[in-house]
């Protein structure tokens, strides 16, 4: 029965990719990523307003949630006690945040990051608001990595006069980095593919210019996306479907980046 769930994703799958490709495919071409978007004029739109939206705000969750998630991860494998309360609540909480739907952490970031902190709807609010979002999934990537690496290696540089922090930065992180990084890249691929988060945060359906900022307005491509399908003209179908193609690109990009390096450098023990 497992094989026969799986093999139905598969052809799913494989269906609107290739209905994606077939209906994209003629405007996959370099005015989709040099002009910016029209509303009158769908033969000469283009999406890179929203492309350089995407690199923007993926960016700036990169810088955010990347830190904290791998510390978070550290601290709890390292030093943390598992028998204090702080260490259960904290636990506790990461594994209920990696199961909240998405819009739940729009919604958060419109009431607390946009108007309660006043940083407005901006490429920052969005990168913080996407960073919570993927933060658990770090997180709990980081902490399977860490937990992966033999305790006779940090016996070992212990022996040696290393400190823990030594051991940790020079021994365990180096060892764990193909876990470490497959799970952030993938958390990250998540992060480009969200709409729901970005629509309530005022994620603008058309904008005609690149951010220049982290407090500029923006757009994404799924934004963008579905702004071209809710046209009614059948050439703007065809600009979300070439649009699709750029993301499923840089989608299996990421993700042959994860598969990568943790081929490349994964190690067994």
Known sequence: MLTIGISIAF???????????????????????????????????????AITGTIWVICTTAVISLPLGIGAAIYLEEYGNPASRFYRLVEINIQNLA???????????????????????????AGITLALLILPVIIISTREALRAVPQSIRAGSMALGATKWQTIWKQVLPVAIPGTATGSILALSRAIGEAAPLLLLGAVTFITFNPTGLNSAYTVMPIQIYNWISQSRDEFHILAAALCMVLLILLFIMNGLAVFLRNRYQRRW
């Open 11 to 49: 052809i799913v799958l494989a269906v609107l990719i290739i209905f994606v490709i077939t209906e994209g495919w003629p405007r996959f071409n370099p005015i989709l990523w040099q002009n910016m978007p029209s509303i009158r004029f769908p033969e000469t739109a283009g999406a890179q307003s």
């Open 99 to 125: 199961a909240v739907p998405s819009i739940v952490y729009g919604i958060l970031g419109l009431a607390i990051i946009a108007r309660a902190l006043a940083l407005g709807q901006t490429v920052l609010t």
